[in-house]
């Protein structure tokens, strides 16, 4: 079975700095990848998704993210953060086709001015 | 725009009580999706449907019942809802399938049972 692992639940970042957000899956097949944001009391927002060639991805809002199959991993970065980027993120694997995804449990990130 | 709206927005129920939970998506998505958030367990796939009349079984579907009448509408049902059911629910709709789907969530409802 599938699973994501965040391996952390809070980031805190200063206004300006850069930003890596971790995420290792497991899959047995070529895995689709998606990572997610969520404000709020919002529902979830697409930053990228991954599902074939170059492994480096570019999102939404200067966010980009690098897949490495040797790694089983799929980690987020953003060169330079804004307080606005204070949110939780969530990395996600696809279940199969057309089965939904499977979540990890999310790293609140807090941005200081 | 497209969209997936969930109704009602906030709800309390008693223990014991039948809630039904409403899914509209404007995407003319076939597949669609309801998932819980709980501290500590992230997102977690209650029941899904690939279309009208078809419901499948997530990761967590004891307690929950769904029903697909439409291409547009997926509800989730607890017929006998139960404190422990007291979450955040999103509902989800997805094209194809594959690398290339777009998933498009609801803004959530909020259940408390008590």
């Known amino acids: 079975a599938q699973s994501v692992t965040q391996p952390d639940a809070r980031v805190t970042v200063s206004e300006g700095a850069s930003l890596q957000l971790r995420c290792k899956y497991s899959?047995?097949?070529?895995?689709?990848l998606f990572w997610y944001v969520q404000y709020p009391r919002q529902g979830l927002q697409l930053l990228l998704k991954?599902?074939?060639?170059?492994?480096v991805v570019q999102g939404v809002n200067g966010f980009e993210a690098e897949f490495s199959k040797s790694n089983s991993s799929f980690h987020l970065r953003k060169a330079s953060v804004h307080w606005s980027d204070s949110a939780v993120y969530f990395c996600?694997?696809?279940?199969?086709?057309?089965?939904?995804?499977?979540f990890g449990l999310g790293t609140r990130v807090s941005v200081f001015p | 725009e497209a969209a997936v709206t969930q109704s009602p927005r906030n709800k309390v129920a008693v223990t014991g009580g039948k809630v039904t939970l409403s899914c509209n998506q404007t995407?003319?998505?076939?597949?669609m999706y309801w998932y819980r958030q709980d501290t500590g367990h992230g997102l977690r796939l209650i029941h899904y449907?690939?279309?009208?009349?078809?419901?499948e079984k997530g990761d967590i579907p004891d307690g929950y019942k769904a029903s697909r009448p439409s291409q547009e509408n997926f509800s989730l049902i607890l017929e006998l809802a139960t404190p422990s059911q007291t979450s955040v629910y999103f509902c989800?709709?997805?094209?194809?399938?594959?690398?290339?789907?777009?998933?498009?969530f609801g803004s959530g409802t909020r259940l408390l049972v008590i």
């Open positions: 989800a709709s997805g094209d194809a399938g594959g690398g290339n789907s777009d998933y498009t």
């Open positions: 899959y047995s097949a070529t895995p689709y």
């Open positions: 991954y599902y074939s060639g170059d492994p």
């Open positions: 996600a694997v696809s279940r199969g086709y057309a089965q939904g995804l499977t």
């Open positions: 995407n003319n998505h076939n597949n």
């Open positions: 449907s690939y279309g009208a009349g078809s419901t």
